[in-house]
């Protein structure tokens, strides 16, 4: 009896080690130290490898020529799951997962549509509507401002859910701006520390940046001026505690991680899921570097709002309501 | 509107540093393209030793060096192996731009960007006791300390240029480098001497960029400034003053694409294109008038 348990065990123990699976992670533009989207999706990665034993390679594209080729050399060389972080990864992963039918693939932000692509998308506009509310309920100047990076459907589903809940508040006027039009604008901090400058000479005082490694420049700029700034994807509060008012969280690890899981267990599954405030795939961020920042009042407010997003009796302005993503 | 040209002076400031380091390469006879790769280098160093040492005054030597050392191997390529200047200073800028991402990697773990600096390992604003609480300029002594050296380095370089012997032989060795030569001074020597002090100067306009305007090295962050410095300067006529005044006015209309972009009707890809019509406009319109040194990029 004993002898068949470990049998089974070495048996059970020589065929998970045998499971162990290869994933291949291309992450966008703004890099795996972006501090905000791309570094969700790496935690979220570092962690399966950690925690499932897998075996993760990570590339970072230079420029937006370089995905397809990243994506192909993943599926030639037999990798089990290969992941494509942002929109841009669209087309490249629509190609190369009809050039792999048997390859399991992850897109993030996008809809693929392809029946080996797992495609996960985030309700931007539900996060961002919170993060709207403690912009307006936080402004003196009843003022607050926006900084997108690439000027793109997806961003302004940001800027549209983040308008309406600090409009939500009464008497607030919301500037914005974007960075660039390219895929460039994701990693231009001078730039996006120009417009945030612009902003607070409009007297804005709280600016909310969805803008890639150009947030850096937001941050420092309210900084600098002494305003406040709201982090977006990553937790970001701990960058500069005392600046940063709260993030706007998009979990792309939890994605990231529950994709590599379910491929790990042979449970992949394709098609489109989507990942809003009900089902904890945003939110915002709430810790010991914002704690002091936020007044009951205003915590008591975006949880009151909260709840009529996720029972549906607050129904968001969606962006792509008005013009699809692609 | 204040604000308008502070932000001006800002987006000026790396522009006019590169460009006064330019002038001195192009007027001694040296094509010097490369302006961007020694930027885009002065911006990576300049970022990673503030970055270790904890302080941005730090910073300038080693980027003042590297700098030298970057528009050094243009001088070795130009001057030693006669190489043609335009291809030298292309594979300059392709080399900063290869391995400033590498070396990122190898040091930091990703080759986007190095760390955040944080708020007192970067410059600040330096208020000038008196002049800058004048009404209507005072916001003019109120800037970074390399904001401060671009608007005076200018009359520095105008004055070394056409009032001192060094000056006159940088001249003489991009106009007529024979009759140097016949006079006793190797045109060659002057050009790698220009060339180093240039490359310093355009790394200092990086240097701006990673330590005091951004607080960080991104890739390719100087996104094109050094060829903006270089058509700054043809405007200028590779004169120092007004190639200060032509550098101000791309730093304004950068500023300017920023702040219209709020105003909804003009579709904003027409508004971020601005700076690089206005430079179109600026090339196509004045060049006409500029007469380059006669020996430019001339291989002998």
């Known amino acids: 009896m004993l002898k068949a348990l470990l049998f089974f065990s070495i048996l059970g123990f020589s065929l998970s080690a045998q499971a162990a699976i290869k994933v291949g992670l291309v992450l966008d533009k703004g890099g795996k130290d972006d501090k905000s989207f ?13 925690k499932l034993g897998i075996t993760l390679k990570t590339v970072e594209s230079s420029d937006d020529t370089a995905l397809e080729p990243s994506l192909r050399t993943f599926s030639r060389k037999g990798y089990d799951l290969v992941i494509g972080v942002g929109f841009a990864q669209l087309n490249p992963i629509k190609k190369v997962a009809a050039e792999f039918p048997k390859t399991h693939f992850l897109l993030i932000d ?60 009464g008497g607030i006027t919301v500037v914005s701006n974007y960075v660039g039009s390219t895929s460039d604008a994701w990693r231009n901090p001078t730039k996006g520390k120009e417009l945030a400058l ?58 990231v991680y529950q994709a590599i899981e379910d491929r790990n267990a042979n449970k992949f599954t394709a098609g489109l899921v989507s990942m809003g405030l009900s089902d904890g795939g945003v939110g915002y961020a709430l810790d010991e570097f914002n704690k002091p920042l936020l007044t009951p009042a205003i915590l008591k407010k975006v949880e009151e709002v909260k709840k009529q997003i996720v029972a549906k009796q607050l129904k968001v302005p969606d962006y792509y309501s008005i013009k699809p993503p692609q | ?80 192996a006669k190489a043609d200047h335009i291809i030298s200073g292309l594979v300059v800028n392709l080399l900063v731009a290869g391995s400033t991402p590498l070396l990122c990697k190898f040091l930091f773990g990703s080759p986007t960007n190095s760390p955040n600096l944080a708020r007192a390992d970067r410059f600040h604003e330096l208020a000038i006791p008196f002049l800058s609480a004048l009404p209507g300029v005072g916001f003019i002594f109120e800037e970074m300390p390399l904001t401060y050296l671009a608007l005076i380095l200018p009359f520095v370089l105008h004055r070394l240029l056409f009032r001192s012997r060094f000056g006159l032989r940088i001249t003489a060795a991009g106009e007529d480098p ?32 990673s330590v005091s305007h951004a607080s960080q090295f991104t890739r390719d962050m100087t996104s094109g400034r050094g060829y903006i410095a270089l058509t700054a300067l043809i405007f200028g006529n590779w004169r120092p003053l007004p190639t200060l005044l032509s550098c101000l ?15 909804e009707m003009i579709p904003i890809q027409f508004i971020q294109a601005l700076p690089y019509l206005f430079t179109l406009v600026v090339l196509v319109g004045f060049v006409g008038k500029a007469r380059p040194p006669s020996a430019i990029g001339r291989v002998s």
């Open chain 1, 38 to 50: 791309n570094a969700a999706a790496f935690r979220g990665a570092s962690e399966a490898e950690k």
């Open chain 1, 110 to 169: 996008s809809d693929a549509g392809s029946p080996n692509v797992r495609s996960v998308m985030f309700a931007e506009h539900e996060g961002s509507y919170l993060v709207g509310v403690i912009a307006g309920m936080k402004s003196q100047t009843k003022t607050v401002g926006f900084v997108g990076g690439m000027d793109i459907p997806l961003i302004r589903r940001f800027e549209m859910g983040y308008r309406k809940g600090a409009e939500s508040i």
């Open chain 1, 198 to 255: 612009a902003q607070i000479s409009k007297k804005a005082d709280v600016i909310f940046a969805a803008a890639g490694t150009s947030g850096m420049g937001v941050f420092d700029a309210a900084e600098e001026k002494h305003v406040f700034a709201i982090g977006v994807d990553s937790n970001q509060n701990w960058v500069k505690p005392g600046t940063i008012l709260t993030s706007m969280l998009k979990h792309g690890e939890t994605a």
């Open chain 2, 1 to 80: 509107m204040v604000e308008l040209l502070e932000s001006s002076l800002r987006l000026g400031t790396p522009l006019i540093l590169a460009a006064m380091g330019g002038i001195l390469c192009e007027r001694s006879g040296v094509a010097t393209i490369c302006l961007e790769g020694a930027m885009l280098w002065g911006a990576f160093v300049a970022a990673i030793v503030a970055h270790y040492l904890h302080s941005p005054w730090s910073s300038i030597v080693p980027c003042l060096v590297g700098g030298a050392l970057v528009l050094g191997i243009h001088a070795f390529a130009t001057q030693k």
């Open chain 2, 178 to 209: 024979d009759t140097l030569l016949s006079c006793g001074v190797k045109p060659d020597r002057v050009r790698w001497v220009a060339l180093c002090l240039g490359g310093a100067l355009a790394a200092l306009g990086g240097a701006f960029l």
């Open chain 2, 249 to 263: 006015l791309f730093g304004f209309a950068d500023a300017l694409q920023i702040r219209l972009q709020s105003a």
